[in-house]
C-alpha cells in the first residue's frame, strides 16, 4: 500500500517569496506522482505530474517539482509566488502497474501575503 | 465538452433520509472514484469502478453504496444519512494506466 505525507499543514510566506512545499511518501512498488491544487470553494486542478524520465517536473502557473527516489520525496517549488496562489495543495501517489486508486496526502493550505 | 458533473451542489439532509449523489462523464473514461473531503484529513476514497459493472471499495465504504450500469455516470447512495457523513463529496475519472484524475466540483453535504 501506498501513503503520502505532506510535512506542513500551514504555508505562510510574503509575496514574490520563494516556497517550498514538502511531500514525502512510502510504497513497496513504483510510483506516479502528482501534485492537485484547490481553490476555495473549487474542485482540484492538476498542477503537475511525474511519470517517469527526467526527475524534475514543470507544471502550471511557474510551479514545477523535484522526484527524488533515494529520500522518497516530490517536494513541490515556485520561485516567486502572487496573491493568486493562495489555495490548497495536495501531493498524490499512485503505483505503478497496480490500482489505478490514488491516494493523498493531508493538504497544505499555502496563504500568500501582501 | 463538460468534463466531470457532479449534482447537486448543495443539499441538507435529516439524520436517517436517504439520497443519492450524481456524478457523469462525457470523456469516456474506465475509471472513476468517489472522495470525500474533510478539515485536515485530504481526501479519502470511498468507491472506485474501473469500468461498467466492476465497482470495489476504498478506504472509507461504510455507509455508501455504488453501482456503474453505465460507463458514463457513476452514483453515490447514502442509505441513512448519518451526521458523520457531513462532508464535501468529490467524483473523478481518468482513463487506466498513468493519467491523472479530473475532478468534478464537488456536493457539499450538510446532515443534521
Known amino acids: 500500500a501506498q501513503s503520502v505525507t505532506q510535512l506542513d499543514s500551514q504555508v505562510p510566506v510574503f509575496e514574490e517569496a520563494p516556497v517550498e512545499l514538502r511531500c514525502n511518501y512510502s510504497?513497496?512498488?513504483?510510483?506516479?506522482l502528482f501534485w492537485y491544487v484547490q481553490y476555495p470553494n473549487q474542485g482540484l486542478q492538476l498542477l503537475l505530474k511525474?511519470?517517469?524520465?527526467?526527475?524534475l517536473v514543470k507544471g502550471i502557473n511557474g510551479f514545477e517539482a523535484e522526484f527524488n527516489k533515494s529520500q522518497t520525496s516530490f517536494h513541490l517549488r515556485k520561485p516567486s509566488v502572487h496573491i493568486s496562489d493562495t489555495a490548497e495543495y495536495f501531493c498524490?501517489?499512485?503505483?505503478?502497474?497496480?490500482?489505478?486508486?490514488?491516494?493523498f496526502g493531508k493538504g497544505t493550505k499555502l496563504t500568500v501575503n501582501p | 465538452n463538460a468534463g466531470v458533473t457532479q449534482t447537486p451542489k448543495f443539499q441538507v439532509l435529516k439524520t436517517g433520509q436517504s439520497m443519492t449523489l450524481q456524478c457523469a462523464q462525457d470523456?469516456?473514461?474506465?475509471?472513476m472514484s468517489w472522495y470525500r473531503q474533510d478539515p485536515g484529513m485530504g481526501l479519502r476514497l470511498i468507491h472506485y469502478?474501473?469500468?461498467?459493472?466492476?465497482?470495489d471499495q476504498g478506504e472509507v465504504p461504510n455507509g455508501y453504496n455504488v453501482s456503474r450500469s453505465t460507463t458514463e455516470d457513476f452514483p453515490l447512495r447514502l442509505l441513512s444519512a448519518a451526521p458523520s457523513q457531513t462532508s464535501v463529496y468529490f467524483c473523478?475519472?481518468?482513463?487506466?494506466?498513468?493519467?491523472?484524475?479530473?475532478f468534478g466540483d464537488g456536493t457539499r453535504l450538510s446532515i443534521l
Open positions: 473523478a475519472s481518468s482513463t487506466t494506466g498513468n493519467q491523472p484524475q479530473h
Open positions: 511525474y511519470l517517469s524520465g527526467s526527475t
Open positions: 498524490a501517489v499512485r503505483a505503478q502497474g497496480g490500482s489505478e486508486k490514488l491516494v
Open positions: 510504497s513497496s512498488v513504483s510510483v506516479y
Open positions: 469502478s474501473v469500468g461498467a459493472g466492476i465497482t
Open positions: 470523456m469516456n473514461h474506465e475509471y
